[in-house]
């Protein structure tokens, strides 16, 4: 098992639709199948990741964690993939962001939340929704470093400057030690050149914090949450499956810089 400091990942993007949960999920399950313990914490109201690992949230989910009323070792469900467990989500989340504004210490709720479970982990994935709310701020300052999913796509830069300038607010305010692990090419179709151009573009801007694995387009990737399933149980040899397990392996050897 790693011997270094917790990782607690938030894996973040204000834009929807450019893979995040997707790569929580497989990524998730990948570093399961290397034997790294891993927690998924579902942050996202519209709880896409506890649905597509063919979970229910239950009676008591993140809400109730974040909201102090049940200690977080209680909602964590075992997926049935190895060494990968889920603390679920569903829509009430969306109540918490209006009842945390008036509220101190807001930001730090999931911090708190975690800090009784993090120890049981190798690696904490937090799925963030699709903004810049309260709940991802949490996920920010809960987190030791950042993963971002950016879609290879025209606009793709744009929305990573304003998520950076979030990170380093966040960093110089309320998380000092948050760090960006890594930029993640998701959606890639190598058959156009606007990909590869948005590929090229990132690495110009930043250079080594892009991960070197790069996540195709893929029929079996997209379609596995359908059936609550990570890719690497729906089609293990499928080109997204291998990708996220390649995946798996260059982000466990970050751990030395992260």
């Not at 927690?39 to 909201?67: K, M, S």
Request: glycine share 8%; hydrophobic share 40%.
């Amino acid at each position: 098992m790693s011997s270094k400091r917790d990782r607690i990942v938030a894996i973040a993007n204000q834009k929807g639709g450019v893979g995040k949960t997707t790569t929580s999920i497989n990524l998730g399950a990948a570093l399961g199948a290397l034997e790294r313990r891993t927690l998924i914490v579902d942050c996202d109201p519209q709880g896409n990741a506890t649905r597509g690992l063919g979970q229910d949230a239950g009676e008591q989910h993140l809400y109730h964690a974040l909201a102090g009323l049940v200690p977080a070792a209680e909602i964590i469900q075992h997926t049935g993939f190895p060494f990968l467990d889920l603390m679920p989500s569903n829509d009430d989340l969306v109540g918490l962001e209006v009842e945390l504004v008036d509220q101190e210490r807001r930001q730090y709720r999931l911090k708190e939340a975690l800090g009784s479970v993090a120890k049981d982990y190798d690696v904490v994935l937090l799925d963030c929704p699709p903004s810049l709310g309260q709940l991802t701020v949490n996920a920010l300052c809960a987190a030791t470093e950042v993963l971002v999913p950016i879609q290879a796509e025209y606009f793709a830069l744009e929305g990573v400057s304003a998520l950076i300038s979030t990170i380093e607010r966040v960093r110089a305010g309320l998380n000092p030690s948050l760090e960006i692990t890594g930029i993640l090419l998701t959606m890639y179709d190598d058959r156009t050149n606007l990909s590869k151009d948005v590929a090229e573009e990132l690495r110009r801007h930043f250079q080594a914090k892009v991960f070197q694995t790069i996540i195709p387009r893929n029929v079996r990737l997209a379609e596995a949450p359908s059936h609550g399933l990570p890719v690497l149980q729906h089609d293990i040899k499928s080109s997204g499956s291998v990708a996220y397990r390649k995946l798996a392996q260059e982000f466990v050897g970050r751990e030395q810089v992260s």
